[in-house]
């Protein structure tokens, strides 16, 4: 079965998460505006600018429709600045933020620091098997590429989310040591979200689990 998700098309990087999801299977559309929802089995928030993101989800009256929706059970993966859009909580943010929320998460905003602390790791990811040509995580489970912009990370979570990825408690060369054994990446019922950008990697197989997500 052939599903269709939607990439929300307002600022970010788009393209590449389009790219990852028909790679993984799936017809994809952009999503500009809240007639749109109609059409799509789930929904990709993308990486890019957070505050701008949520300022344009408003001027194109998206906000409350994908509240409603999220809060119906529609499937949402947010990547980076997506994951704080989908948190209930944010640290760091600016004092008129809001969130679409859905994700018992609290989140640090920029946690991982600027531009300039970019940085790319494997990392073990619960749900994803091994790979051929890959290396594997702890207790044989899969690794995915992992490539950190001005990315957040996830301070609390609640009773019902499960932790997919951590940042390993070794230090390792270019990531900060704050960062040892931060929680990247979560899953709560129908909803996905990593600090991280998949897409920019190619490396799909988020992308995949998201797809089997969506299809329930």
């Known amino acids: 079965m052939t599903i269709t998700i939607g990439v929300l098309a307002l600022q970010g990087d788009v393209r590449e998460h389009r790219a990852a999801l028909e790679a993984a299977g799936a017809r994809t559309v952009g999503v500009r505006r809240p007639e749109e929802l109609a059409a799509v089995d789930g929904l990709v928030l993308p990486g890019g600018e957070s505050t701008t993101i949520d300022k344009l989800l408003r001027m194109f009256e998206l906000d409350e429709p994908l509240r409603a929706l999220i809060a119906e059970g ?48 494997d990392l073990a990811f619960a749900g994803l098997g091994p790979q051929e040509g890959r290396p594997e995580g702890d207790d044989g489970v899969g690794t995915v590429h992992a490539v950190f912009i001005r990315a ?65």
């Open 74 to 121: 529609l499937p949402v993966y947010g990547s980076c600045a997506g994951m704080i859009l989908l948190a209930d909580r944010i640290l760091g943010g600016t004092a008129d933020q809001r969130t679409l929320g859905g994700l018992d998460v609290t989140v640090r905003r920029n946690a991982f620091g600027r531009q300039v602390d970019s940085f790319e790791t």
């Open 152 to 216: 957040p990370w996830v301070e609390e979570v609640g009773p019902g989310v499960e932790v997919l990825a951590r940042i390993p408690e070794q230090e390792a060369p270019g990531i900060p040591a704050a960062a040892a054994g931060r929680i990247v990446a979560v899953q709560q019922g129908s909803l996905l979200a990593t600090s991280f950008h998949p897409e920019i990697s190619g490396d799909a197989r988020v992308h995949e689990l998201f797809v089997r997500i969506a299809k329930g």
